[in-house]
C-alpha cells in the first residue's frame, strides 16, 4: 500500500515511488510566503535591464560570502577544499553580470552628458578581464578620476586570478572545453587560497561594483530627469 507523504517527513525513509508522487510540484505557492522565492519580484519589467544584471550580480556576490563565511566557521570537515569551486564561481559571474551591466549604462552616461542619445546594450562574453578593460577605458574617456582606483582593484583581483589561468570554466569542470586538465589538477604543488584575505579582497570588489554601479544609475535618472523638465519648458532647443 502506498504512503501518503507530507513534506515534513524524513524524506530519507520514504520510497521514491512514493515521494514523487506525493511531493509538490516546488513551483507551485503553497502560500507559505516566508519560505518561498519570488523570482520576478526584482526582476519586473519597472525595472531596467541594467539594474536586473545588477540584481543578479549582488546575489552571486551574496551567496560567495555567505559560502566564505561558513567555511571559515567551521572547516573540521574540510569543506573549502571543493566549496571553493562555487564560491569562486560565483565570485567570477557576479563581476561579469555587474560589468556588462556597468558599462552598457557608463556608455549612456557618456552619451547623456553631451545631451546624446544611447540605448541599453549589453555586450561582451565570459572575459571579465576584457570586461574590466571596457569599464576603465570608458572612466577614462569619461573622466572619471574619481572612480579610477576603485576599478584598478577590480583589475588587480582579476589579474591575480588570470595570473593562474584565464580559462574561467576552471570553476565549473576539472578540465577545459578541449579535454586539458585545470591548472589546480594539472600542477603537483598545493594551491592554496586563503580565506580570510580572500574575504577582503571579494568584500571590496563587491563594495565597488554595486556602489558606482548604482551612482551612475543615479546619475542617469537625474540627467534624463533634467533634460526632459528642460525639453518641456523650452522645447527642442
Given at each position: 500500500?502506498?504512503?501518503?507523504?507530507?513534506?515534513?517527513?524524513?524524506?530519507?525513509?520514504?520510497?521514491?515511488?512514493?515521494?514523487?508522487?506525493?511531493?509538490?510540484?516546488?513551483?507551485d505557492?503553497?502560500g507559505?510566503?516566508d519560505?518561498?522565492?519570488?523570482l520576478?519580484?526584482?526582476?519586473?519589467s519597472?525595472i531596467?535591464?541594467?539594474?536586473?544584471?545588477?540584481?543578479?550580480?549582488?546575489?552571486?556576490?551574496?551567496?560567495?560570502?555567505?559560502?566564505?563565511?561558513?567555511?571559515?566557521?567551521?572547516?573540521?570537515?574540510?569543506?573549502?577544499?571543493?566549496?571553493?569551486?562555487?564560491?569562486m564561481?560565483?565570485?567570477?559571474?557576479?563581476?561579469?553580470?555587474?560589468?556588462?551591466?556597468?558599462n552598457?549604462?557608463?556608455?549612456?552616461?557618456?552619451?547623456?552628458?553631451n545631451?546624446?542619445?544611447?540605448k541599453?546594450?549589453?555586450?561582451?562574453?565570459?572575459?571579465?578581464?576584457?570586461?574590466?578593460?571596457?569599464?576603465?577605458?570608458?572612466?577614462?574617456?569619461?573622466?572619471?578620476?574619481?572612480i579610477?582606483d576603485?576599478f584598478?582593484?577590480l583589475?588587480?583581483f582579476?589579474?591575480?586570478?588570470?595570473?593562474?589561468?584565464?580559462?574561467?570554466?576552471?570553476?565549473?569542470?576539472?578540465?577545459?572545453a578541449?579535454?586539458?586538465?585545470?591548472?589546480?589538477v594539472?600542477?603537483?604543488?598545493?594551491?592554496?587560497?586563503?580565506?580570510?584575505i580572500?574575504?577582503?579582497?571579494?568584500?571590496?570588489?563587491?563594495?565597488?561594483?554595486?556602489?558606482?554601479?548604482?551612482?551612475?544609475?543615479?546619475?542617469?535618472?537625474?540627467?534624463?530627469?533634467?533634460?526632459?523638465?528642460?525639453?518641456?519648458?523650452?522645447?527642442?532647443?
Amino acid at each position: 500500500m502506498n504512503k501518503k507523504v507530507g513534506i515534513e517527513d524524513d524524506w530519507l525513509l520514504v520510497e521514491t515511488k512514493d515521494l514523487m508522487r506525493n511531493l509538490p510540484n516546488y513551483f507551485d505557492f503553497t502560500g507559505d510566503i516566508d519560505n518561498s522565492s519570488y523570482l520576478n519580484w526584482r526582476f519586473d519589467s519597472f525595472i531596467n535591464l541594467e539594474n536586473q544584471f545588477y540584481n543578479i550580480g549582488k546575489a552571486y556576490f551574496e551567496t560567495s560570502l555567505a559560502l566564505i563565511d561558513l567555511c571559515l566557521s567551521d572547516n573540521r570537515d574540510k569543506k573549502a577544499d571543493i566549496w571553493i569551486f562555487p564560491i569562486m564561481f560565483n565570485v567570477v559571474h557576479g563581476i561579469e553580470v555587474y560589468l556588462k551591466g556597468f558599462n552598457s549604462q557608463l556608455k549612456i552616461l557618456n552619451k547623456l552628458e553631451n545631451e546624446e542619445h544611447e540605448k541599453t546594450k549589453i555586450e561582451g562574453k565570459h572575459d571579465i578581464k576584457q570586461l574590466c578593460q571596457v569599464a576603465i577605458g570608458q572612466i577614462k574617456a569619461g573622466n572619471r578620476n574619481d572612480i579610477l582606483d576603485e576599478f584598478l582593484f577590480l583589475q588587480k583581483f582579476i589579474d591575480i586570478l588570470y595570473d593562474n589561468t584565464n580559462d574561467m570554466t576552471f570553476a565549473r569542470y576539472p578540465i577545459t572545453a578541449k579535454g586539458a586538465r585545470h591548472f589546480y589538477v594539472e600542477q603537483k604543488d598545493n594551491i592554496t587560497i586563503d580565506l580570510n584575505i580572500f574575504k577582503v579582497w571579494v568584500k571590496r570588489v563587491y563594495h565597488i561594483l554595486d556602489s558606482f554601479t548604482g551612482f551612475v544609475d543615479y546619475q542617469i535618472d537625474e540627467i534624463s530627469n533634467w533634460l526632459y523638465e528642460m525639453q518641456l519648458e523650452y522645447g527642442n532647443y
